[in-house]
């Protein structure tokens, strides 16, 4: 996870706030404060850059009250793996 900020998704400009290693299937969970946003990606051995950002699938989120809201983004590269998010009330993935 990067943090917020015009230059949050352009991984060489900054170093990424949280990094985690995990296997194939593995989960975790990540807690942030309230009034925030940020995204994240994941890296595999054949992963490149795009323009300075990750390209892969990327997750989402915005958390502002009653307007928060998670998601799952191609926009970087429409082939990017596959990655679910499961929030309380819902999930959203590409596979």
């Known amino acids: 996870m990067w ?13 990424p706030l949280i990094t985690y ?18 995204g994240w990606a994941a890296l595999y051995v054949d992963t490149t850059l795009t323009n300075g950002m990750i390209s892969n699938t990327w997750g989402e989120y915005t958390l502002n009250g009653q307007y ?5 983004s191609r926009t970087i590269n429409m082939n ?16």
Request: glycine letters at 14%; a negative charge; hydrophobic letters at 30%.
């Open 80 to 95: 990017g793996r596959g990655m679910s998010i499961e929030g309380t009330q819902r999930v959203s993935n590409m596979e």
């Open 21 to 38: 290693e995990l296997e194939t299937g593995d989960k975790f969970n990540v807690s942030v404060a309230s009034n925030t946003y940020d």
């Open 68 to 72: 928060s809201i998670f998601g799952v």
């Open 3 to 15: 943090g917020s900020g015009p230059q949050s998704p352009f991984v060489t400009a900054r170093a």
